[in-house]
C-alpha cells in the first residue's frame, strides 16, 4: 500500500482498530481554531503517535495523488521546517 500508513489496532492506544492513515486524503485545522478549541475545553488530544514519523515521510514520498508542490509542503511541516 505505497502513500498509505497501516498500523495495526492497539500499534498506538489510538487506534483500536487496523487503521490506514492516507496523508492525500489531510486536511490543516487552523492553530487559531486548535488554541480555541483547548480554550473551550473541546480539544482532546488522543494520543502522539511517536515512532510514526518515518512510514509517514516515506507514504508521503510514495503517495501518488499528492501533486510535488503540496508533498513538498507536507514533508517540510512534518519535519518541523515550515508552520
Do not use: W
Not at 500500500?1 to 487552523?30: H, Q, W, Y
Not at 482532546?44 to 508533498?71: T, W
Request: net charge positive.
Amino acid at each position: 500500500m505505497a502513500g498509505v500508513v497501516f498500523c495495526r489496532k492497539l500499534t498506538f492506544p489510538c487506534f483500536e482498530l487496523d487503521t490506514a492513515i492516507e496523508p492525500s486524503n489531510s486536511f490543516a485545522i487552523p492553530h487559531v481554531d486548535l488554541e480555541r478549541y483547548n480554550r473551550t475545553g473541546k480539544l482532546e488530544i488522543m494520543h502522539v503517535l511517536d515512532g510514526i514519523h518515518e512510514d509517514m515521510e516515506r507514504a508521503i514520498q510514495k503517495c501518488r495523488k499528492i501533486e510535488a508542490k503540496r508533498k513538498g509542503k507536507l514533508l517540510n511541516l512534518i519535519n518541523g521546517r515550515e508552520l
